[in-house]
């Protein structure tokens, strides 16, 4: 599995790596809209024992290159996120 930080859609996607092709994505963070993430653009892993996997830092934009319908631009933030 893969992470991946969507900016346009202010999300964060669970993305399968089987090699059939398939590439079966889940919305992890995000949806339903979140003020706090909006404009995701880059995570890790947490670095304490247990987090790789389940603990991601995201950074945000705060909707500064593509604010949400609202158009209102949020601060940017770094968030924690605890990760199915």
Same mark, same amino acid.
């Given at each position: 599995m893969a992470y991946v930080t969507t900016h346009r859609q202010n999300t964060v996607e669970r993305v399968s790596l089987q090699p059939d092709g398939n590439g *079966? @994505?889940?919305i992890v963070a995000g949806?339903?809209?979140d003020e706090q993430l909006v404009g995701p653009s880059? *995570? *890790?892993w947490g @670095?304490?024992?247990?987090d790789y996997? @389940?603990?991601a830092y995201v950074?945000?934009?705060g909707g500064l290159i593509a604010p949400p319908t609202d158009d209102l631009v949020r601060p940017a933030r770094l968030l924690r996120a605890e990760l199915p």
């Open positions: *079966a @994505r889940q949806e339903p809209f880059s *995570a *890790a @670095r304490q024992p247990g996997g @389940r603990v950074t945000t934009d």
